[in-house]
């Protein structure tokens, strides 16, 4: 496999699938541009390097063609800004405008081409569109972490055409790098902590984990999942009754393979699923009925910061609680600060998937751990054990 600093781009034309799938407002301006930022490492390696660049990107989800909103050409200003240079526009990202304006791009400038969405063959993984779009360029990056786990043209099936001149940029390689070290070369102990609503989306998470994590412990909605399965009383708290054998199940391999599980002792119950609910604090597993669990309780706050802060790499996914409400975001917030000291301490801290990373952006933490994964879906997966198309096409 080809790093992207062994590669030599002296004159070459390079094209480079990037997720610039930023949100906009009305007006079309970018609203959070952490994503683009994330590809400017490997932008400007190329460019510095005398490589011409020709990046590609989705937005948002058209669903007929061409749309004005979901038009890339919003963004050309804001990059041009971040790199502090010209960047040129084709509003097609093939064909005439396409060819023309590429042919005509010279070491050091960069291309930004339309939204690869307008056309149906990108998430189709049409093989003729993504030979059009390989005919640019002579050598293919794939620096988009979020879109990897889909087996489109340009995340996957353009790779093919470029046998010798494919490679990963540096966000991709280090979010491979940091997950890696949790699956496969932690310093121990290691600790997974998983939140959020539901047990059915994290089986497979904790499934892969169980064979390699010490400690595991659970907060957030599925806890109460596995408290009824254990036969405890969970009053309104949110329940996936289907889920209860699997939840067992997971106790039980958990305890034959040594792993130290760990779930909440106690809980912030309110009355209603409301900020301003009536609010209590109860055992775990001795809701009343009319209560819900909300939020983790001051002891296994207590808890849960003693292993964190005791091991030496941790994987976090999920909130402890409805975080989005501030009197039951306690737990959370207490999770983020115990991952902060770890890291402070030299652990190994990664946060990925969907809100626990909306988590530590609201408490202003994210510089304070030591990676912060930006591709949801695509993390999960990676981390379920599942071989993501777009990394296999590079990876080999
Ligand atoms: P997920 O996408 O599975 O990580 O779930 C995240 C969501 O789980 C957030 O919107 C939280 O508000 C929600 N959540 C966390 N704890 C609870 C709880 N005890 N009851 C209901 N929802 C919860």
């Known amino acids: 496999m080809i790093h992207i600093n062994e590669f030599n781009f002296e004159d070459k034309r390079v094209i480079m699938r990037v997720d610039f799938n930023v949100p906009l407002n009305e007006k079309h301006q970018i609203t959070d541009d952490t994503r683009i930022r994330a590809a400017l490492p490997s932008i400007n390696k190329i460019l510095d390097t005398n490589g011409s660049v020709i990046l590609m990107s989705h937005l948002g989800r058209p669903k007929e063609g061409p749309e004005e909103k979901f038009s890339l050409k919003h963004l050309v200003s804001h990059l041009s800004e971040l790199l502090n240079k010209p960047v040129k526009f084709a509003d097609d990202c093939i064909g005439g405008s396409a060819n023309e304006l590429v042919s005509s791009l010279k070491p050091g400038e960069i291309l930004l081409l339309e939204n690869l969405r307008f056309y149906k063959g990108e998430t189709k993984g049409d093989e003729e569109f993504a030979k059009k779009l390989a005919a640019l360029a002579d050598v293919y990056v794939n620096d988009a972490f979020g879109t990897a786990h889909r087996a489109h043209a340009s995340t996957t099936i353009i790779a093919n055409f470029f046998p010798g001149a494919k490679m990963f940029g540096y966000l991709i390689n280090s979010e491979l790098d940091s997950m890696d070290t949790i699956l496969h070369s932690p310093a121990k102990p290691l600790t997974a902590i998983l939140g959020g609503a539901k047990v059915s989306t994290k089986i497979n998470i904790i499934e892969n984990l169980l064979d390699k994590v010490d400690n595991l412990i659970i907060g957030g909605g599925m806890t109460y999942t596995f408290i009824a399965a254990k036969g405890g009383n969970i009053g309104s708290s949110l329940v996936e009754k289907d889920k209860k054998d699997v939840a067992l199940k997971i106790l039980e391999e958990a305890n034959i393979k040594g792993v130290n ?3 909440p002792v106690d809980n912030i119950v309110a009355d ?3 900020n301003a609910a009536n609010t209590n604090i109860c055992a775990a597993d001795e809701i009343e009925d009319g209560w819900l669990g909300v939020d983790i309780g001051e002891k296994t706050i207590q808890e849960y910061i003693q292993v964190i802060e005791n091991s030496k790499t941790i994987l976090w ?3 402890m609680g409805v975080f989005e409400m501030d009197n039951f975001a306690k737990g959370t917030i207490s999770i983020a600060d115990a991952l902060v000291k770890a890291t402070e301490k030299g652990a190994f801290t990664l946060v990925g998937g969907g ?13 304070k751990v030591s990676y912060v994964s930006t591709g949801g879906g695509a993390m999960l997966e990676y981390i379920e054990g599942k071989e993501l198309p777009g990394i296999k096409a590079i990876r080999g």
């Not at 809100?355 to 510089?367: E, F, G, R």
């Open 261 to 263: 599980i760990l779930l």
């Open 272 to 274: 209603r699923f409301d």
């Open 317 to 319: 996914n999920g909130p």
């Open 355 to 367: 809100d626990s990373v909306a988590a530590i952006n609201k408490y202003n933490l994210s510089d």
